[in-house]
């Protein structure tokens, strides 16, 4: 279970969940295909970031619902609905594009929280970690 936690605190901390390698990214919104150290094939199958996506969306969600109910109930009765309206318009366009690599990284963490790497990941990672033959 402590491997489980580590692993989906590594992915929230935006590094390899299985490794905890920070440098998993070759630009902000870029992620590498396999983690640099150990190897890991970050898409596990098909459609595999669309968790990512619930990831940021809920995150965007749980912000947007904070600011706006929090808004309301430090202004009440005189509640500046247009100002609450612009602020969550913003949030709902900044929040996803700022935590977009951390939604990919939390989502692989969650993942591997569930699902285990399989003995052919664990050994499919081992190999690709490994220097080509001769060099
Ligand atoms: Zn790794």
């Not at 969306?57 to 309206?85: K, N, S, Y």
Request: proline residues 7%; hydrophobic residues 45%.
């Amino acid at each position: 279970m402590s491997d489980r936690i580590t692993r989906l605190t590594r992915g929230m901390r935006k590094r390899c969940a299985r490794c905890g390698e920070r440098d998993v990214w070759a630009s902000f919104f870029e992620l590498e295909e396999r983690c640099p150290r150990c190897g890991y094939l970050f898409v596990r199958e098909d459609g595999y970031w669309v968790g990512a996506m619930t990831v940021i969306i809920v995150l965007t969600e749980l912000v947007f619902g904070a600011v706006f109910v929090g808004g309301m109930l430090l202004t009440w009765p005189d509640v500046p609905w247009t100002g609450l309206l612009i602020a969550g318009l913003v949030l709902n366009a900044v929040v996803p594009v700022v935590f977009y690599p951390w939604s990919k990284t939390t989502w692989i963490g969650l993942d591997l929280f569930f699902s285990p790497p399989t003995a052919v990941e664990e050994a499919e990672s081992i190999a690709a970690s490994q220097p080509p033959d001769g060099s």
